[in-house]
Nanobody, 123 residues
Framework: VQLVESGGGLVQAGGSLGLSCAASGSIYRIDTNGWYRQAPGKQRELVAAITRDGSPNYTDSVKGRFTISRDNAKNTVYLQMSSLKPEDTAVYYC??????????????????WGQGTLVTVSS
């Protein structure tokens, strides 16, 4: 199972940007999806997560500004970011708790990470 992110880039403070993350491979099911970020010199932190039934959860610093969503049919998760601030600058990583099909009737649970996409917010 692989995750491929897209949508990062440079945006001015107050602007908006959308990220997407598509999963591919021998996917049986994706349970929870999450978006994490890591700023220079800081630890990776959870930004938002969403369960398979669409229940979202956000870190306090992005509540009201970011929206996480998913399309289970496309195995894709999205992060819409608005009112961006310079402190949102970071590499954003997609994460998935997935069930992979190993063979007929055999499955394995695994945690998968995307390669990361850089979001830069200029002041």
């Amino acid at each position: 199972v692989q995750l491929v992110e897209s949508g990062g880039g440079l945006v001015q403070a107050g602007g908006s940007l959308g990220l997407s993350c598509a999963a591919s491979g021998s996917i049986y099911r994706i349970d929870t999806n999450g978006w994490y970020r890591q700023a220079p010199g800081k630890q990776r932190e959870l930004v938002a997560a969403i369960t398979r039934d669409g229940s979202p959860n956000y870190t306090d610093s992005v509540k009201g500004r970011f929206t996480i969503s998913r399309d289970n049919a496309k195995n894709t998760v999205y992060l819409q970011m608005s009112s961006l601030k310079p402190e949102d600058t970071a590499v954003y990583y997609c994460n998935a708790a997935a069930i992979a099909t190993i063979s007929t009737g055999t499955y394995r649970g695994l945690e998968v990470w995307g390669q990361g996409t850089l979001v830069t917010v200029s002041s």
